[in-house]
């Protein structure tokens, strides 16, 4: 049977990869660890990559598995999911996995000046009819360049033909570098790219599964900031 919400939350409060600023920490004192994520949370100097609405975090631990060089962090402002990808990392003993339970508007509030080399956008909502919120939006881009090392990625992963169709507009209309691009991974991406590619990719996340069931497309892009 599975755990009840607040048995969730109340596991995540005593779980150490679990990170649950307040809103005084955000707002008022500072995030004790922006800026200071590899050095005071995962005591090792690696690359740092994110999931932005990670949900119950299957990229985050996935990939974590996949390059347990890389030091990962989901970011979800919802408890219970994270508590899936929390549980997950520590099943696997995974010591490379964190878990930030935040709003992405405060970004620049939990992560210093180019600390950040690579973020994963994972069936993100779309935002239909509301561009400003798009993760892909110039406003999230602006983000995006103040925490990600110049040459840092952006990955999008989505059902949606109108989040995938605007991020290609954004990145024709600014002239970033689009390094990957597919209207349809599994039936395109995947078989014409190498093993190690094709294993990022077949990570399946909760809602890409879903959308799979439907008989959905997935689409994928991989990108940089210039
Ligand atoms: C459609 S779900 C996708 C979850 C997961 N990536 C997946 O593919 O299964 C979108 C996720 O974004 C999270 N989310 C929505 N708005 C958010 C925000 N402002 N800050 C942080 N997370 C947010 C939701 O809680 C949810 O887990």
């Not at 690359?47 to 970011?75: D, F």
């Not at 099943?91 to 690579?118: A, M, Q, W, Y």
């Amino acid at each position: 049977m599975g755990k009840g919400k607040l048995e969730r939350f109340a596991q995540n409060a005593t779980f150490e990869h679990v990170v649950q600023p307040t809103f005084a920490e955000l707002i008022n004192t500072g995030f004790a660890l922006k800026g200071k994520w590899n050095s005071d949370f995962f005591h090792r100097e690696a690359p740092l990559v994110l999931e932005l609405g990670c949900g119950k975090g299957e990229y985050t631990t996935g990939l974590a598995q996949l390059y347990p060089e890389r030091n990962y962090i989901g970011v979800d402002i919802k408890g219970a999911r994270i508590w899936r990808g929390a549980a997950t990392a520590k099943e696997k003993g995974l010591t490379n996995v964190g878990f930030l339970r935040t709003h992405v508007d405060h970004l620049l509030r939990v992560f210093g000046p180019h600390e950040i080399s690579e973020i994963w956008l994972t069936f993100s909502d779309p935002q239909i009819g509301k561009d400003r919120k798009k993760l892909t939006s110039p406003l999230f881009q602006a983000r995006y360049k103040e925490v990600l090392e110049p040459g840092g990625l952006i990955n999008l992963k989505t059902d949606s033909p109108e989040l995938y169709g605007y991020t290609l507009e954004q990145i024709a209309e600014h002239k970033l570098p689009l390094f990957e691009k597919s209207d349809d991974v599994y039936g395109e991406l995947v078989p014409r790219s190498t093993p190690e590619f094709q294993a990022v990719m077949n990570i399946r996340t909760f809602y890409e599964q879903m959308w799979l069931g439907e008989g959905k497309k997935i689409h994928y892009c991989r990108f940089g900031l210039g």
